[in-house]
């Protein structure tokens, strides 16, 4: 879910939900709906929707529960069910996009090591 956290935070709330929608990713159907959930009490609240921008989007560990797998030969394993909490928080602001930082490939020149041809 923290990869689909990074992607929508600090943009505008329009357009993060429309890129959590393209996005093919579990984590990222959940937090739209975090997100919807977030946009709807905004507008009650009586916040401009075009204007908000997504501030936060904190995923935090959940309680984790505990089943049993069954194994061969009458074993049981232990299966962990690992679950998040999801904080989305919306706010009014100025368009904000995180910078995109391209990583600075060095080109190493080859210097040619020609071999003496023995007469």
Excluded at 73 to 81: E, F
Excluded at 104 to 112: I, W
Aim: hydrophobic share 45%; net charge positive.
């Amino acid at each position: 879910m923290g990869l689909v956290a990074d992607i929508v935070r600090k943009r505008p709330a329009i357009d993060a939900v429309a890129i959590l929608q393209v996005t093919n990713k579990k984590g990222a159907r959940i937090i739209a709906k975090v997100l919807k959930s977030a946009l709807a009490n905004a507008k009650i609240k009586g916040l401009d929707e075009s204007k908000l921008i997504v501030k936060e989007v904190l995923t935090d560990n959940g309680p984790t529960m505990k089943r049993i797998f069954p194994r061969s030969q009458g074993r049981m394993d232990r299966m962990l069910k690992r679950t998040t909490h999801v904080t989305v928080i919306v706010a009014e602001g100025k368009k904000v996009v995180n910078p995109v930082i391209a990583p600075v490939v060095e080109e190493k020149s080859k210097k040619s090591k020609s071999k003496a041809v023995k007469a």
